[in-house]
RNA sequence: GGCCCGAUGGCGGAAUGGUUACGCGCCGGACUGCAAAUCCGUUUAUGCCGGUUCGAUUCCGGCUCGGGCCUCCA
């Protein structure tokens, strides 16, 4: 692993591929979008977080120390409309009659479960909007002169009070068909609060005193305050959904300009971060990803009908971030599978390897100059896959090593491959109709029918565990002797 | 309506101006009492119409279809 390929990656900004050069020298310094914690995250929404862990875990391999903030909004935002709708926190407060602050402490911890399930990094700073509260003041006043204007609902960001806006979107901000609601006084459409005031007569529970009265701020504002707060600006990469690609950040690098007094973006570190990294959508053509329809995706959901949850990390990884990936259970177990036999090949290596070198050794020299080739490709983690595939299948190589050159990729692809079990990722449906217990005891009488050449009876234990959602594997390698039919529905679950 | 993106085998999904990765599935073989699991091997694809080119899946134009954003959802 000495021949290192320039790490490119591919900038929102310039829409280009450029070669990452830091801006403290030895030191990458990464903000992430995080969750507005008013409801469960879907599969979907960790996707992106996969991708920055991915990100963070490249640049760790790369060398460089690196300082990863993401965020957690606990702040409320608007339902609809950017100035007019109900607060989401607030709305959720209400709809499960709890305090907003518990609301957003239950779905918190239900995100960071996700995180944890998924084998994503922890950041050096989950940073809490609602803690930044008084530095965010303290921002709009250093640009409220300049920038903003006031208005009866709240104080205003003037877009064209800065060069370039809305460049990141390579959007154009002549309005066309009028459907937003205008507020009234905006100059631009495009305009956006930096300071939301609580409407007269109102009290919410989470409210602020501001030199432009009691209210909340403007939920573009928390990520400029808290990424430069926590990492100073400008820092080398920003990440999110490509969504946030269109209005938050292009709205969060206008205050960041205006922060800053820096001129156009011409130069990428007048927008607060030299490098704006997008990942592109899970697409799930059952509906099931739309928040509002009752039961969505959600991770947990995975793992009750029996998929590791980093089966779906290795789907993620199958598709290149940039690209829209398809969501199907047939394609998550097709990712089960194949992570059932990366994890079972491991395994075996481990038995065969004792005490051996910790190093991979030259003969995996190529394989991992092509590894270091891919992610090195603006996190090609597809092609990354395929290297981690030959590298498991290379014959007549001390195991040790093997195991080594393995450890030196998932240290970035993240699928534990050096510690999960194939046991672990035999997970039972919750709708099964059997437990662990019953499942040994049939499969103990089933190896005694089959001592006593009994076929019929031991055939007719397999149907009764098949018909239980067990499907019964004889002479497993790893004693692997059962799994959850559930788990592979590509096959016709004939009972 | 405005802006933008995409279309690769059964499914997912890479890459490339000239031999189309990889995974899962399918099929064949080994193994098995039979299966399954596991291992080995094999098979199939660049939406349509033009253009540029010695050569296009790749570059350009048009078409069709699909998707995203313009409503604080990654």
Not at 12 to 23: A, D, H, K, M
Not at 286 to 306: A, C, H, N, Q, V
């Amino acid at each position: 692993m000495t021949d290192h390929s320039p790490l490119v990656l591919f900038n929102s900004l310039t829409r280009q591929p450029e070669p990452f050069v830091p801006v403290h020298a030895g030191e990458a310094r990464v903000y992430s979008c995080g969750p507005t914690v008013y409801n469960y995250p879907h599969i979907g929404n960790m996707r992106a977080y996969v991708f920055a862990d991915v990100l963070g875990r490249t640049l760790s391999y790369k060398g460089y120390a690196l300082t990863h903030v993401i965020n957690i909004t606990d702040v409320g935002h608007l339902t609809d409309d950017a100035d007019a709708g109900q607060d989401k926190m607030e709305a959720a407060a209400a709809a499960r009659a709890q305090s907003i602050w518990d609301i957003a402490r239950h779905y918190t911890q239900a995100y960071w479960d996700d995180i944890a399930a998924l084998n994503i990094r922890t950041p050096a700073h989950w940073s809490i909007a609602t803690e930044y509260v008084p530095q965010m003041i303290a921002f709009a006043q250093t640009i409220a002169a300049r920038h903003c204007y006031e208005l009866p609902s709240g104080l205003y960001f003037d877009i064209a009070s800065v060069a370039d806006y809305g460049l990141l979107a390579r959007a154009h901000t002549e309005e066309g068909a009028g459907r937003i609601d205008e507020v009234e006084g905006k100059r631009h459409a495009a305009d956006f609060a930096i300071w939301r005031k609580t409407p007269a007569g109102e009290t919410r529970q989470m409210e602020w005193d501001s030199p432009w009265g009691r209210g909340a701020p403007g939920w573009h504002l928390e990520c400029s305050v808290m990424s430069g707060a926590l990492l100073g600006f400008p820092f080398d990469i920003h990440t999110g959904g490509i969504d946030h690609r269109e209005i938050h950040h292009p709205n969060e690098i206008a205050q960041n300009q205006a922060f800053c007094c820096t001129g156009g973006l011409a130069d990428p570190a007048s927008s607060g971060a030299r490098v704006w990294m997008h990942n592109n959508f899970l697409v799930d053509r059952t509906g099931k990803m739309s928040k509002s329809s009752g039961e969505f995706l959600r991770l947990p959901l995975l793992i009750d009908r029996g998929y590791h949850p980093l089966a779906y990390r290795l789907m993620c990884l199958q598709a290149h971030y940039r690209s829209e990936l398809e969501f199907s259970w047939d394609g998550l177990g097709a990712s089960l599978t194949r992570l059932k036999r990366l994890v079972m090949a491991v395994a075996q290596l481990r038995d065969r390897a004792g005490q051996g070198a910790d190093q991979p050794g030259p003969r995996f020299a190529e394989a991992l100059a092509r590894f270091d080739a891919a992610i090195s490709d603006d996190l090609n983690t597809p092609v990354a896959l395929t290297v981690l595939d030959e590298v498991v299948a290379m014959k007549k190589v001390d195991p040790a090593e093997k195991l080594a050159a393995i450890g030196v990729i998932d240290a970035v692809l993240g699928l534990g491959l050096l510690t999960l079990n194939r046991i672990d990722l035999r997970l039972r449906p919750k709708a099964a109709t059997i437990d662990e217990a019953a499942i040994a005891t049939v499969l103990d009488a089933r190896r005694a029918a089959r001592a006593d050449k009994d076929f019929a009876r031991s055939d007719a234990l397999r149907d009764d565990l098949s018909a239980a959602g067990v499907e019964v594997m004889d002479g497993d390698p790893l004693g692997w002797d059962w799994r959850p039919t559930a788990a592979t529905p590509a096959t016709g679950a004939t009972a």
